[in-house]
């Protein structure tokens, strides 16, 4: 151990003069530790929370989404073909959207998004089969007596007060015009199965039916459909492949992926985690102004033995490293505690689920947990350097300390 490390990890131990001195470091190696626990702990869950957020997402609609620009697709199965050819792409369905009102036999009723689809490739494209809590997607294209399917979402089959097997009417909008007005078209339907997606706003607002059914709701002819959903290999890089098909396409057809359709959502909520570190660090900072005050009480004890190492030869620089090093092992033991504290504190939440959310409100069930080693790498690199600046005002004054002004009355 050299010189100036010896020196410096002797002032760090406490005697009966400096007890005062090593309990504010000891607050100081606490607050850095709390500081970036926290930061941890809350970065990850906030990663969790967009990472649940975007798997809910796509898991229930597509990576990609295909249309003609300006109208509907007429020959969807042709263009579904040149789709699957492009690499990067495992999968396509046609799809129909449309609005209703649904309504029971218990006098409940409720706006609906009709989402129109095709039960054998739309497995392929969307997640929908493993929500199923009855039936399945199937189901839409079995023989009900000759009366359509629908797949309701939990929270709209629980206001209607409908279970699987029961018969409900969807009105729809895009009816005939006649002299009184547009005439809405009426359609009996029977619940074929109940999806949860742990979503309040999709499984409250969302139901499924055949490609044929939504084209009578829709008023659409013959086999067009609104576009084509498309699943990537890696929705992560959805923007490729999405690039990908709009070149061998054209431009007569528009092709958006997921992140695109979203990009307000999660360039918010990205915007959200730089403002939660920003003001999460501010814990950080607090604690290294602990370092400055009791480093320069550290300083203002040790005048008089700075005074003595100058007059044997020790020079500035060296008197600097003493008190650097001295801050710096007060800020590298707080941000190593602080990061085990998160890690283990990240592995018991995310173990155990400690707490639970409320399902009408968030995205899942539990509180989502998910860390990034980038962002526990940040969190430590900028406590320590905020801990390592702390050091050097302290550092500085100890070094500019006079021998002869110090010793004078000694």
């Avoid at 039960?119 to 392929?124: D, I, L, Q, T, W």
């Avoid at 939440?349 to 989502?368: C, D, F, G």
């Amino acid at each position: 151990m050299n010189f100036e490390r010896f020196v410096s990890f002797r002032y760090l131990r406490a005697k009966r003069k400096q007890k005062f001195i090593s309990l504010i470091s000891l607050i100081s190696v606490l607050g850095v530790a709390v500081g970036v626990m926290a930061l941890i702990v809350v970065l990850s869950v906030y990663t969790g929370f967009t990472e649940g957020l975007r798997d809910q997402i796509i898991g229930i609609n597509a990576h990609i989404l295909v249309q003609q620009s300006g109208g509907e697709i007429d020959n969807p199965n042709l263009l579904k073909t040149q789709v699957e050819q492009v690499s990067g792409v495992t999968g396509a369905t046609p799809y129909i959207y449309a609005q209703a009102l649904i309504s029971s036999g218990s006098g409940q009723s409720s706006g609906l998004a009709i989402r129109g689809i095709d039960p054998v490739s739309a497995g392929k494209v969307i997640s929908l089969d493993a929500k199923m809590t009855s039936g399945s997607l199937k189901s839409l294209t079995a023989d009900h007596a000759g009366v359509p399917a629908i797949v309701l979402g939990k929270e709209v089959a629980a206001q209607l007060r409908v279970q699987t097997g029961r018969k409900i009417r969807l009105i729809s909008p895009n009816g005939p015009l006649t002299p009184m007005g547009v005439m809405p078209k009426v359609q009996t339907c029977v619940v074929s199965g109940i999806f949860a997606t742990g979503m309040y706003e999709y499984d409250s607002t969302l139901g499924f039916v055949s490609l044929e059914t939504a084209r009578r709701l829709a008023g659409m002819e013959g086999g067009s459909v609104h576009g084509l959903e498309v699943r990537a290999a890696d929705a992560d890089r959805a923007h490729l492949a999405s690039a990908a098909i709009q070149q061998r396409l054209g431009p007569a057809y528009s092709v958006r992926d997921w992140m695109q359709i979203n990009k307000n959502l999660f360039a918010a909520l990205k915007l959200e985690k730089i403002g939660i570190f920003i003001a999460l660090d501010l814990i950080i900072l607090v604690a290294a102004l602990n370092i400055i005050s009791a480093l320069v009480m550290v300083v203002m004890e040790k005048n008089k033995d700075i005074a003595i190492l100058k007059s044997m030869g020790a020079k500035t620089s060296s008197i600097m490293r003493i008190f650097f090093y001295q801050g710096a092992v007060i800020g590298l033991s707080g941000t190593a505690l602080g990061v085990t504290l998160g890690l283990s504190l990240c592995t018991l939440l995310k173990r155990y689920k400690i707490i639970e959310l409320p399902s009408n409100v968030y995205p899942m069930s539990t509180m989502p947990v998910k860390v990034v080693p980038m962002d526990v790498t940040v969190i430590a690199i900028s406590a320590i350097l905020i801990t390592l600046l702390a050091t050097l005002y302290p550092s500085w004054k100890a070094s500019t300390v006079r021998p002869a002004e110090a010793l004078t009355y000694e």
